[in-house]
């Protein structure tokens, strides 16, 4: 019975299937808003695309990075644009991979904040996105840092960093909001007070 020992986690040699997988994330390309399909594509394309982009992040839960049903509830909540006659271009592709990715550890009100610009910046915002995550993906040194354990508390500690950074920024917003508003109802107290007294 002693000869029967459960192994540990530790006990395998993960470092070379790590590595491969590391090299294979440093070598992603996402593709540029001028490389993104020019032509009106139905749901299952997008879905089909979108999935092959994003293959080199080898998912072991199963669960489809996108579905159609996900597209419709982004078009619904309008966190992008409807489709034109049922055909989605580059916009709406662009859209989805940043989603994608940005869904793994923020919430859609929090990616809607980050993302919810006017489409008039979309080819530089998005392409700017995709150079800044191939770049993380690379220049991430973590090969002294093979420990599932550490790694994750590196996750979880970038992701409040985030998530930290989206709320003061909201509220910096509010605030902003809150000061135009008060003004203008200072100005319009002033004005009608103004009248009242000629």
């Known amino acids: ?84 006659k049922k055909r989605y271009g580059p ?31 979309l080819v530089e915002k998005y392409d700017n996105f995709c150079k800044l995550q191939e770049s993380v993906f690379t220049d991430l040194d973590i090969s002294d840092t093979a420990d599932p354990l550490a790694l994750s508390m590196l996750a979880l500690t970038t992701k409040l960093y985030a998530q930290k950074l989206i709320k003061i920024q909201l509220d910096t917003i509010r605030e902003e909001t809150a000061k135009l508003a008060s003004a203008a109802s200072e100005k319009q107290l002033s004005e009608k007070s103004g009248k009242s007294k000629q």
């Open 1 to 84: 019975m002693d000869d029967f020992i459960i192994p540990k986690f530790n006990d395998f040699d993960i470092l070379k299937d790590f590595e491969v997988f590391r090299d294979e994330i440093g070598a992603c390309h996402l593709p540029r808003f001028h490389e993104l399909p020019d032509v009106g594509l139905y749901m299952d394309q997008v879905v089909s695309i979108i999935d092959k982009y994003f293959k080199v992040l080898d998912r072991d839960d199963d669960k489809p990075i996108i579905t159609p049903s996900m597209v419709n509830n982004y078009v619904k909540l309008g966190i992008i644009p409807p489709p034109d």
């Open 91 to 121: 916009k709406h592709l662009a859209y989805l991979i940043m989603i994608c990715l940005l869904k793994q550890v923020l919430s859609m009100s929090e990616i809607t904040l980050l993302i919810g610009w006017d489409e008039k910046e």
